[in-house]
């Protein structure tokens, strides 16, 4: 494929790798080297649940591409004292040094053995993305395999990609990277905020548009009226700051009022 004017056009297949949304398959318009557009790979549309569409949040990859600011090298620390008034020093490095001083401390842990006298691992890594890069990012998976326990316990940094605080406390409280509902096998859904169809990608909208269409009820609990509040059987408008207290409450009512009305036994296991 060319240009009017002879340039050279091609369309690269690939994903969206920004959120734990997707993969969302999409293809890149290059042209003359230079990517351009981002569009659906409809090709794909019978092995994704996204039927080959891409949500929003896609669109930018170009603008993120081309950003001047882009960091596109490894960063070094230079300055060891940390603290809200203290300036890092983040200086660039070539990826052989990167890859070298990395290389160099792992034999070191390797060599006093992987755990330490507590049974914790020696390693600790946050990849920033909620684990989203080690499951799409080929061969790194095996890399970490190969090296042996590694701490997750911080692993929902999220750094460049997201900044939502229910990734960090759901990793410290109970080891998941999001508080989703599990919508294919739930009959009724209580959101605290969740605007799942802003920010769910195209397999987050579709699966709640396929559970509304069996009949699940959602209930969206939030101050404002979100997208998801108007897709919603019920939208609860509470004041700003009290979704403890309405938690808490809920949670009296069903445990002293209403206890009959608890499965128990499932509870139990």
Known sequence: MSTPDGGTVKKVPTYCYQCVAG???LTVKVVDGVA??????????????????????????????????RISTPMKRTN?????????????????????????????????????????????ASFGGGGTPT????????FLASIGPIDFGFGSGQGVKCYHSEHLYGELWHRAFTVAPDTPNTEFILSF??????????CGVKRHADA????????QIEPH??????????????????????????????????RQRLDIPFLKQ
């Open 212 to 219: 509304r269409a069996r009949g699940v009820k959602r209930v």
């Open 36 to 69: 351009t557009e981002i569009e659906p790979n409809f090709a794909a549309a019978e092995v994704t649940p996204s039927a080959g569409k891409v949500c929003v949040k896609a669109f930018g990859l170009v603008q993120k591409m081309y950003n001047p600011n």
């Open 80 to 124: 060891p004292k940390k603290g809200v008034d203290q300036d890092p020093g983040f200086v660039p490095i070539s990826w052989d040094e990167a890859l070298d001083t990395i290389a160099e401390r792992l034999h070191a842990v390797q060599a006093k053995g992987p755990n330490d006298d507590s049974g914790y691992p020696r390693i600790a």
């Open 135 to 142: 499951y799409y990012m080929g061969t790194l998976p095996a």
């Open 23 to 25: 993969p969302d398959l």
């Open 225 to 258: 009226l979100s997208v998801t509040g108007a897709c919603s059987a019920e939208w609860v408008p509470i004041k700003p700051k009290t979704d403890a207290a309405f938690m808490m409450g809920l949670i009296h009512v069903l445990l002293h009022e209403q």
């Open 193 to 202: 905020g969740y605007n799942v169809e802003a920010s769910g990608g195209v």
